[in-house]
């Protein structure tokens, strides 16, 4: 990868919406500004680990999250990571365990069989 960067993708549904544009969209504008920072800080680190990176979730080991707290909330993009390049599906909040949206690991699947299906596309994380 070109100066060691990492490449950011986000997930578009077949009907052209980027759902992670949607997601961050709805963020208060402290929230968007931290997961901005956030994502920068991230492009910049060649070994992601945690605590801001998680590889493997329960129950969904070909899914990773991306991990930084906003507003008292730990925000999570769920994705997967294939050469150098981290597809983010869904963003969410995580506390004790539990998802906002609760379906959020399973949409993440689906639409992670999806892109591999043809059946929706990425474009860069621009927000």
Aim: aromatic content about 10%; overall charge positive.
């Amino acid at each position: 990868m070109a100066n060691g960067l990492k490449k950011i993708r986000c997930y578009v549904s077949l009907a052209g919406i980027n759902q992670i544009k949607n997601w961050h969209d709805d963020l208060s504008a402290q929230e968007r500004a931290d997961a901005d920072q956030f994502i920068e800080k991230m492009r910049k680190i060649t070994d992601w680990r945690l605590p801001y990176y998680r590889p493997k979730l329960i129950g969904y080991k070909a899914l990773g999250e991306l991990r930084w707290s906003s507003e008292k909330k730990q925000h999570r993009l769920i994705g997967y990571l294939e050469h150098g390049v981290f597809f983010a599906l869904i963003g969410c909040t995580h506390k004790q365990q539990v998802y906002k949206p609760a379906e959020a690991l399973k949409t993440a699947d689906k639409r992670k069989k999806d892109i591999k299906d043809g059946r929706a596309e990425t474009v860069p994380y621009d927000l």
